[in-house]
């Protein structure tokens, strides 16, 4: 009879061994890793939803870093409209209370503090958050608003800044004498009369030649209390009939009805180049000498023989000098200071606005854009492209899969265009220091630039753009947190389905660990088995 061998007889003994060496494995590295296994085949039916459980713990992931990179960049442009409101407070307090004594500049200490404050203001709106500028929509690899010096003083090559488009309106608007302000003061056909017109010729860069002219005082209306005068509101002189080009504009009053009394009075409104008016009130008196902005009535020579009544002509005379001198004080002062606003306003439109034809301007009738080739281009950035385009939406974050949040923003956005423009405007004036108009000139611009960096009803400012920021991260936290709350939610689902129960595992180790030592002591007895030990 045949005697096998043990190993033969005892082959499902190591079969059992290597299972139990492989149950051991598994458990000590579901220990180790924290989970059941390593790749989903394992999981079973738990499989799919695990794997759409990363997927949205991937997303809510990919969610936050937006959310802190669009917070980082929120929280950098928003540093930046902190110091361009403190700006608009500090130039406008210099504006309120600056006086009208000049340096040896020609400027006066309000001005020097705006062109500290120009200088801070263009960097604010080149501002960065890595290398993406804030102020330029979409464009965010260009700084959006070009240097300041350069938008002071252009390149020294042919393109001009600020400062040379202010003195070539000054000229196209102040004009030269006798025309001061570009309007001609002149007795008409009734000798007790006193006209005021504009000057201007048909712009000759229109077809067919067009009038007026943008530049100079523009009548607006008269009034009187002179009993017995008769005035002519603003109209053609003489009319003409379309499609000729249009006269110049004029008014009058006539003294028809006789010399003035002491008190009455004559007012001449004017509108100016930017937007606002002007008065010149000239009031009849028999004081000598004549009191400002006053003009002398004729009052004859009782004492002559014969005696000479008042003569409502040398009035009249009186009156058209008076009229003449007040003008040339208005053009010299609040003019030019309104041509320096407009100037800035020419600037900062696109495309910018040049005072046609050659140097001197005096006579200067329209208006040419300008070109990156003969002037400063003052925004670089990007330019709405629709009506429905726009600052804030320039910029689109998904924050998650149904929400997104807007953040752009440009530097040519209304409240920062009139920051800039004005502040720019304040620091580029000078005025000569011999000029016996500076002091109109100065109270004109301060009072100007005051009332332009005021909040104005109906217009955008610079708190209406950190109110959408706000609106932003409100809309950012208010989702992160319930991403946060959603992704604690699903990451206790994802343990439930990979995760392990240490104390389980723990505790099927140690039966495996006592089962596989009993296995091992049995076989190796089995193993040392021979037919000799058996009998």
């Known amino acids: 009879m045949a005697i096998d061998g043990v190993s033969g007889r005892t082959s499902y003994i190591g079969s059992g061994i290597l299972n139990l060496r492989s149950q051991l494995e598994t458990l000590t590295e579901q220990l180790a890793t924290g989970r059941k296994s390593t790749t989903y085949a394992d999981l079973g039916a738990g499989r799919s939803l ?42 406008k307090g210099a504006a309120v209370s600056a006086g009208s004594t000049l340096d040896n500049t020609g400027q006066t200490a309000g001005q020097k503090t705006a062109l500290l404050n120009f200088y801070d203001t263009v960097d604010m709106l080149n501002a960065q958050s890595g290398d993406r500028y804030l102020f330029g929509g979409r464009s965010t690899d260009n700084p959006p608003v070009e240097a300041a ?22 000229e196209a608007d102040v004009g030269a004498a006798p025309n001061w302000g570009r309007v001609i003061v002149s007795t008409p056909a009734s000798a007790t009369a006193v006209q005021i017109g504009e000057d201007f010729a048909a712009n000759p860069y229109a077809v067919p030649p067009v009038g007026p002219s943008p530049f100079g005082l523009k009548l607006s209306a008269i009034a009187t209390t002179i009993t017995g005068a008769v005035i002519t509101q603003p109209t053609e002189t003489p009319p003409t009939v379309p ?4 006269n110049p504009e004029a008014m009058s009053i006539d003294l028809v009805g006789g010399n003035p009394t002491d008190g009455q009075n004559v007012s001449f409104t004017f509108d100016l180049p930017d937007g606002t008016r002007e008065t010149i009130t000239l009031t009849a008196s028999t004081a000598t000498p004549v009191p400002v902005n006053g003009f002398a009535i004729d009052q004859g020579d009782p004492l002559a023989v014969p005696p000479v009544a008042p003569d409502p002509v040398k009035t009249a005379t009186n009156m058209k000098a008076a009229l003449t001198e007040a003008v040339k004080q208005l053009a010299n002062g609040p003019l030019a200071a309104a041509s320096a606003i407009q100037a800035g306003a020419d600037l900062f439109s696109q495309p910018p606005l040049r005072v ?22 003052w925004y670089t950035g990007e330019n709405p492209t629709s009506p429905g385009d726009t600052a804030r939406g320039s910029a689109v974050a998904k924050i998650d899969d149904n929400i997104t949040v807007q953040y752009g923003a440009r530097a040519n ?69 319930r991403q946060t709350q959603s992704k604690s939610i699903s990451q206790t689902l994802l343990d439930s389905i990979e995760g392990i129960n240490n104390d389980e595992v723990a505790t099927k180790i140690l039966a495996l660990q006592t089962a596989l030592q009993a296995s091992y002591q049995t076989t190796s007895q089995l193993y040392q088995m021979s037919l000799v030990k058996f009998l």
Do not use: C, H, M
Not at 73 to 86: D, G, K, P, S, T
Not at 366 to 371: L, M, R
Not at 424 to 447: H, R, Y
């Open 413 to 481: 956005e209304q409240a920062l265009r009139t920051l800039l423009q004005n502040v720019a405007v304040f620091a580029a004036v000078t005025t000569n220091i011999t000029d016996v108009n500076a002091s109109g000139k100065i109270a004109g611009l301060n009072q100007r630039l005051a009332q332009n960096l005021a909040v104005i009803p109906g217009t955008q400012t610079i708190q209406n753009i950190q109110a959408d920021f706000a609106g932003a991260q409100a809309s950012i936290k208010t989702t992160t947190d």
């Open 356 to 377: 046609a034809g050659t140097a001197p301007f005096t006579a200067a009738t329209a208006q040419v854009a300008g070109t990156a080739n003969d002037t400063v281009i």
């Open 149 to 170: 010096d350069k938008l002071l003083n252009g390149d020294g090559a042919g393109v001009a800044g600020l400062k040379q488009l202010i003195n070539e309106r000054r």
């Open 243 to 246: 499609p000729a080009a249009p």
């Open 50 to 91: 695990t794997i759409g459980i990363r997927a949205q713990l991937s997303n809510y992931q990919a969610y936050a870093d937006t959310a802190v990179n669009v917070n980082t960049r929120i929280n950098v442009a928003n540093l930046a409209l902190e110091r361009l409101n403190a700006i608009n407070s500090t130039v």
